[in-house]
Nanobody, 127 residues
Framework: QVQLVESGGGSVQAGGSLRLSCAAS????????MAWFRQAPGKEREFVAA????????YYADSVKGRFTIARDIAKNTVYLQMNSLKPEDTANYYC????????????????????WGQGTQVTVSS
C-alpha cells in the first residue's frame, strides 16, 4: 500500500523560503512520477511540479518556474519541493501525489492520473 507523508509547511514572509518533503513508502517507485499540487481556499487543486522518479526529469507550472525546485532522493524514497522567493499567492495546502503510469503515459499535470495522495501540508506566505 502506497503511503505519502508530507512535512515542512509553515508560515513565512514574502520573499522567504520553505522546503517541503514527501516521504513515500509501500512499493518501488521506479516507474512513477511524483508531483506536488496545491489548493488555495475556494480554488481548484492545481499542478505545481513533477519529477520522473527513474530519470529525474522535472516539470513546472509557469507560475513557479525559476522559484521552485523539485528533487528526489532515491535512497530515502523522498521527494522535495524547495520553494524560494515565496509570494502571498503561493499560500495554499500543498499535496504530494504519485502517478504509477508515468513511465508508459508520460508526466501529466491533471489530477486524474495520480492515484495516491498525501494528507497535505499548509504553506502561508504573508506580505
Amino acid at each position: 500500500q502506497v503511503q505519502l507523508v508530507e512535512s515542512g509547511g509553515g508560515s513565512v514572509q514574502a520573499g522567504g523560503s520553505l522546503r517541503l518533503s514527501c516521504a513515500a513508502s509501500g512499493r518501488s517507485f521506479s516507474s512513477y512520477a511524483m508531483a506536488w499540487f496545491r489548493q488555495a481556499p475556494g480554488k481548484e487543486r492545481e499542478f505545481v511540479a513533477a519529477i520522473r522518479w527513474s530519470v529525474g526529469t522535472t516539470y513546472y507550472a509557469d507560475s513557479v518556474k525559476g522559484r521552485f525546485t523539485i528533487a528526489r532522493d532515491i535512497a530515502k524514497n523522498t521527494v522535495y519541493l524547495q520553494m524560494n522567493s515565496l509570494k502571498p499567492e503561493d499560500t495554499a495546502n500543498y499535496y504530494c501525489a504519485a502517478d504509477p503510469t508515468a513511465q508508459a503515459m508520460g508526466v501529466r499535470e491533471n489530477l486524474d492520473p495520480y492515484d495516491y495522495w498525501g494528507q497535505g501540508t499548509q504553506v502561508t506566505v504573508s506580505s
